[in-house]
Every structure is written in C-alpha cells, then in structure tokens.
C-alpha cells in the first residue's frame, strides 16, 4: 500500500513539474521517472506479489472462509486494488512517453481510491461479521465522500496560496 500511496504522490509531482520552465522540467522528470520505475518495480509490485501468493497461501490452508461473506466481499476488493495496480503501472508508462492526461487535482482524487480500499480490506479483515454489513456499506461511504472533500478543500487551499 506504502508504494501505491507515494507511487501516485510521484505522479502528482510529475504532473506538476510539466508547468516549470526548462531545463527544470526536464530535470524534474528525468528523477520522477527514475523514482517512479525503482519504487514499482523494486518495492510496489514484488510486495503486490508476495501479498497475494501469502493470501492465496491463507485461502488454501483456511479453504472453509471462501464460504464466508466477509472474505468474499474482502476479495473483490483485493481485485480492485490489483487493478488500481495495473492502471497505476500504465500511467507511469505513459508518463514516461511524455502523455499526461490526468491533471494533478485528478490525480489527488485517484489517490484517495487507494485508501478507500485500504480501509475496506482491513475494515473486512479486522471486524469479519461483528459489524452489520449496512452500518459498513454506510461507514464506507461516508469515509469516501469525506476524503473526496477533503481533496477539494486542498485544491482551493493550494490556489488561494498561489
């Protein structure tokens, strides 16, 4: 999760580093793209795969949790966060074809997707079925929504600033 977090964090400051005038710019994204393929590939997506051989190693040893809800549900969200993966590994790829489509503001609210599901996985995995699944759906939602404010908020903070 660590190298998902700041992965994208190194996205926005690429992003941002297209606004500087040479030769800033292309010194700026000269070391974001050094940064950006050491961490995927040194420490993002090895721990991506470790993670998931432990958890398939979990699954086979407890095969009777396949049949609970929790894990089911913990599971899809495990799914997306390996596509999260697959997309994070395509922006970089982009970017280092000089292609930035997502704004850095875009990118913020991208971020905070990853921390949604941080939360939901763990969420999952720590309270199993000691919660009722409609005060979690409605907790879950909520964190959403205050995260997407909380970005916001940022971004008119950062352009009042400037």
């Known amino acids: 999760m660590a190298g998902l977090f700041y992965m994208v964090r190194l996205f926005i400051y690429h992003t941002e580093a297209q606004d500087k005038p040479e030769p800033d710019r292309s010194i700026l994204s000269a070391q974001f793209e050094?940064?950006?393929?050491?961490?995927?590939?040194?420490?993002?997506?090895?721990s991506m795969l470790i993670t998931i051989i432990a958890g398939l190693t979990m699954v086979y040893l407890k095969q009777g949790w396949l049949l609970m809800a929790w894990l089911q549900i913990k599971l899809?969200?495990?799914?997306?966060?390996?596509?999260?993966?697959?997309?994070?590994?395509?922006?970089?790829?982009?970017?280092?074809?000089?292609v930035f489509k997502w704004t850095s503001t875009q990118l913020r609210l991208w971020?905070?997707?990853?921390?949604?599901?941080?939360?939901?996985i763990v969420f999952l995995?720590?309270?199993?079925?000691?919660?009722?699944?409609?005060?979690?759906?409605?907790?879950?939602?909520?964190?959403?929504?205050?995260?997407?404010?909380?970005?916001?908020?940022?971004?008119?903070?950062?352009?009042?600033?400037s």
């Open 34 to 46: 050094i940064m950006e393929r050491k961490l995927w590939y040194i420490i993002a997506t090895p």
């Open 76 to 98: 899809v969200f495990v799914v997306g966060l390996a596509v999260y993966h697959h997309i994070c590994e395509n922006k970089m790829k982009q970017m280092r074809k000089g």
């Open 111 to 120: 971020n905070e997707l990853a921390t949604i599901f941080l939360f939901a």
């Open 125 to 161: 995995a720590v309270l199993k079925n000691g919660i009722s699944w409609i005060f979690g759906v409605v907790g879950l939602v909520a964190f959403a929504v205050i995260l997407m404010i909380a970005v916001k908020i940022y971004k008119r903070f950062r352009e009042k600033k």
